[in-house]
């Protein structure tokens, strides 16, 4: 049976064969805290900025400046990294991201201005360390393409779902029960220790890549990729119209302290279908499987928009779960297998922005129309963003197939 790329014939290796690779489970462990940290940061940001003006829409703001900074600096960051190495990068990343969060807090206790609070909040965001593209990397690295990255890639997404089923529910506990300033320094420990652990490790770090001229660019630039960081830009929209949502809903029915666990429930779900997905090879294609988990997703939504009782709404954003983590699994590996390893941690990185941006463009609008409407408009934003992401799917299949045609009929 093919494997998940179409690159590997052999059958994949299983999650203990993976982890026994040298050195892996030291790396993979030492990236935990910091990508819980990174799920709290953004939801933390939120929390910060309502708490000193009262306004969704500022916190919208200042997040949506925070995720364009990431989605712009990152991919740029990333080169770096490429060029000279994650253990020579990552500690000035780390210290940049700390001062910056620093000031953003500092600033946000004493009321600066909204424009203020954004500048500081880019600065953030355009400093936080890409973990999670850094750890795919060093997976990459690891098995040299061999059979296990596909169980690896789940295993990345088992990472994630660990990290934003504790994260979210973490900072809603933290800036409810205590304060939104704890809930922030929290979140910046936790990335800063995971993410120095992380880089002492010189062993499983990809060596410095020496580029080709042009070949690297060339295949970061394919049109399937493109199209990859499309879907990612859907899925963004998708997070961040729903941290907003999920929020103003929980304080809507006077139960704050409901925001992070609610939120939480989409991961607690993503982390179990992801275990579910890794396990098993496919006989779809990649590209089907695709547009199949983001169809899935937007129908998946659609009870959003009845919920009444935190119950329902509970139940609700269990279900949109059961894509999050295929479609991560599927944008990894669909990406490895597109793009020159030179630019392994930038396509990786590029992924990751395009998902960012999205999180700036849905947190910004989502807090716009919730403040105008109610949460419910919200959970349809989420619906549309979904829906558009299931569409660039398609049209990327439709085009791969239709290249593959062309390069039949010339052979």
Not at 62 to 86: M, N
Not at 96 to 115: C, D, E, F, K, N
Request: charged share 10%; proline share 6%; glycine share 12%.
């Amino acid at each position: 049976m093919p494997a998940l790329t179409g690159r590997i014939r052999t059958p994949a290796a299983t999650y203990a064969e993976v982890l026994r690779t040298p050195g892996a489970w030291k790396f993979y462990l030492a990236a935990a805290p910091a990508r819980i940290g990174i799920a709290m940061t953004s939801l933390g940001i939120v929390w910060l900025v309502h708490s000193s003006t009262g306004s969704y829409a500022a916190a919208g703001s200042v997040t949506g400046g925070f995720a364009v900074a990431e989605a712009l600096a990152g991919p740029q960051v990333a080169r770096l990294i490429d060029k000279y190495g994650q253990t020579r990068m990552l500690p000035i990343t780390l210290l940049a991201h700390g001062l910056a969060v620093a000031l953003l807090i500092g600033l946000t206790t004493q009321s600066a201005p909204l424009p203020v609070l954004v500048a500081a909040g880019v600065l953030a965001g355009g400093s936080l360390p890409q973990v999670g593209a850094q750890t795919s990397a060093r997976w990459s690295h690891a098995l040299r393409g061999g059979p296990g990255l596909s169980s690896a890639y789940a295993l990345e997404s088992l990472g994630t779902g660990v990290a934003f089923m504790v994260g979210p529910a973490l900072i809603g506990t933290v800036s409810s029960l205590a304060s939104p300033v704890a809930g922030s320094i929290l979140a910046t420990t936790l990335l800063l220790a995971g993410g120095l652990s992380l880089s002492v490790q010189r062993s499983t770090a990809p060596p410095p890549a020496v580029h080709e001229r042009g070949t690297g660019k060339a295949r970061l630039m394919r049109p399937t990729f493109l199209g990859l960081i499309g879907t990612n830009v859907g899925i963004g929209l998708f997070f961040g119209s729903m941290q907003v949502s999920v929020t103003a809903y929980a304080l809507s029915r006077g139960s704050p302290g409901l925001a992070g666990p609610l939120y939480s429930v989409t991961s607690l779900v993503s982390l179990f279908a992801g275990l579910a997905y890794g396990a098993r090879r496919w006989r779809t294609p990649p590209l089907t499987q695709l547009a199949i988990t983001l169809a899935g997703l937007a129908l998946t939504c659609v009870p959003l928009l009845m919920v009444e009782t935190p119950l329902q709404a509970g139940i609700a954003l269990a279900l949109p779960g059961l894509a999050i983590a295929p479609f991560q699994i599927l944008s990894a590996v669909l990406a490895q297998a597109e793009v020159h390893p030179a630019v392994l941690t930038q396509a990786f990185t590029w992924l990751n922005s395009g998902c960012a941006a999205g999180i700036a463009l849905g947190a910004a609008f989502a807090g716009h129309i919730v403040d105008a409407h109610d949460p419910h408009y919200g959970f349809l934003l989420a619906l549309l963003s979904a829906t558009a992401a299931a569409a660039v799917a398609v049209v990327i299949r439709a085009g791969k197939r239709c290249r593959e045609s062309r390069m039949t009929v010339r052979g």
